[in-house]
């Protein structure tokens, strides 16, 4: 006879195993989708101009606000459920196609005044009116999207994030070849956006099968409004940077930062990304059991500092490298942007992994207020360094400003989830002083005077062998699980 812990050992096996493949494939997923994108990248930013990129930017602005709307934290409702209906999934489908249908004409109308704000450029009227059917058709993914998260099931999602970039790199690459300027990021976004949807239906097997329901949608929407409104302020000042060097300083100056904030983000947000797929699904099964949830969460901790400090941390260190490599000389004055916005990063990760915490217990409201103190911190940082017109200036205070709430945010994160605050720093700095040493020695490499990628070579080598040699001298089990995560089968 099977007894109860041998019950609980299997369901945790058969869990673990889940975990693995899930976390497997987000990571194929974002680091594929990430080469592709970077590759594309790379050709895109040598070949298009800066001011190019400083009017996409600033469409950038009023896409984020218009898809965190189409979604209004159902997506993020339907994760958070334990149990999901087909009324459910029906509700959520509707409720976000009208939605982006609505926001699409409101900004098709509005674009004069988007040229107004962005130094009456009336260039950006034709773009914004396509820029902005990307948030439509990514709105008719995010049920199918969803459920096959919730199912822990997530690899065609990332062979359509694959095929959508090929597709999309190649028709941006091939406008911008032949002068399309600003137009050949447009239509690159547009059709990644619907090559990707159009797998997903294909694929998914899943279609609206039901009406809305107005039971599913006052349970779905007690849920995500917490979700959206913390989402909504998060937006308004993670682009707030964007809006006001657009706005105040030049579009040339926007499309500097937006390169440093895009390649940045290649790293920060990435890894979130892939942390909440593969943890707040793995999170939502245990939340019922404190102790389970806390040794998940120890295990989460010390993973996510394994992988977050050195990626991110050596990305700032080779940044010059790595621009000169790329980019030749063109983007030189994003380098100390983009290195700034790497350290910022890591803060970054950690305070959305405190967030899923949050929301896997149910905490949703708790959300809107980390959210409120994290937009308090920037507000504070925008107003104190606006009047030196100094880009840079600006992006020192959002590091200054993540710095000042992750303090705040971890406060609240031990006093929700009972998980100690030395815990908390035990498991975040376990690989903090490995990650500097690192640094240290990628600093001292970069002085070798060689060409710009055989420095970056030289130093991404280096800092691996010396980073992954002392991992494995400390028997840290975190290195094999990153090598079983990567090979296991499924």
Known sequence: MIDSEEIRTGQEGSLKKKTAGTLKWNSIDRLASQLLYGVVGIVLANVVSQEDFGLVGALLVFQAFAIIFADSGFGAALLRQKHTTEEDYSTVFWFNLFVSIAIYFILWFGAPLIADIFQHDARLIP??????????????????????????????????????????GGLGIGLALAGWGAWA????????AGVKTGILWVSGGWYPKTWMHRDSFKRIWRIGLSVFSSS?????FLTIYSFVIGAFYSLRSLGVYTQADKWSKMGNASLSQIFTSSFVPLLARVQDNPADFKRYMQRINRFVSFITFPVLAGLAIVGESL???????????????FQILCVRGILVVIISLFGNYMLALGYGKRLFTIEVVKDVAIAVAILSTIW??????????QLWASVATFAIVICMVVKATGYSFASFLNDFLSFAGVTLLMCVACWLLSKIEVAPIISLLIQITGGAILFIGVTKLRKAPELSEALNFMLKKG
């Open 127 to 168: 773009l914004s009116k396509i820029m902005f059917l990307t948030f439509v058709l990514n709105a008719l993914a995010i049920v199918q999207t969803n459920r096959l998260m919730k199912r822990m099931d997530v690899k065609m999602i990332a062979i359509s994030n694959v095929i959508a970039q090929i597709v999309g």
């Open 388 to 397: 030196f017109e100094s880009v840079e200036l600006l992006v020192w205070g």
């Open 185 to 192: 990021l447009v239509w690159q976004s547009v059709c990644l």
């Open 323 to 337: 621009f000169h490599t790329l980019f030749g000389y063109k983007w030189d004055s994003a380098i100390p942007l």
């Open 232 to 236: 909504i302020l998060n937006t308004l």
